[in-house]
């Protein structure tokens, strides 16, 4: 089983869900952890290769944007409510943003 690596607020923010969200969220990344496939997801190609979206009904939509490729680790990049159809673009653009600081750190480590 990978372990979990919370970027920036993204467990903080998860926190802050309502507890179905969170025990929804949870089962799901577990699955991603053992390489199987979670139950409502999509590959995120606009954020970056390989990034993904576990999507949550529970009183609001809640989402958690998060890298599995990677051998080491899942890495969860983002946590958020949508509010709109589309993804709000200060959601994608900090998702791109620790994406790529990884990515860089991986590279000089």
Do not use: N
């Amino acid at each position: 089983m990978k372990p979990v690596v919370w970027l920036g607020d993204s467990l903080a923010r998860l926190r802050e869900f309502p507890a179905d969200a969170v025990h929804d969220l949870g089962y799901q990344l577990e699955l991603v952890q053992h390489g199987d496939e979670p139950r409502d997801w999509k590959p995120m190609p606009s954020i970056g290769v390989g990034v993904s979206e576990l999507r949550v009904q529970a009183g609001g939509a809640f989402r958690m944007i998060y890298l599995a490729r990677l051998p080491e680790a899942v890495y969860v990049l983002h946590a958020f409510q949508k509010k709109s159809r589309r993804t709000a673009r200060p959601d994608v653009e900090l998702c791109r943003r620790r994406l790529q600081a990884l990515l860089t750190e991986r590279r000089h480590a």
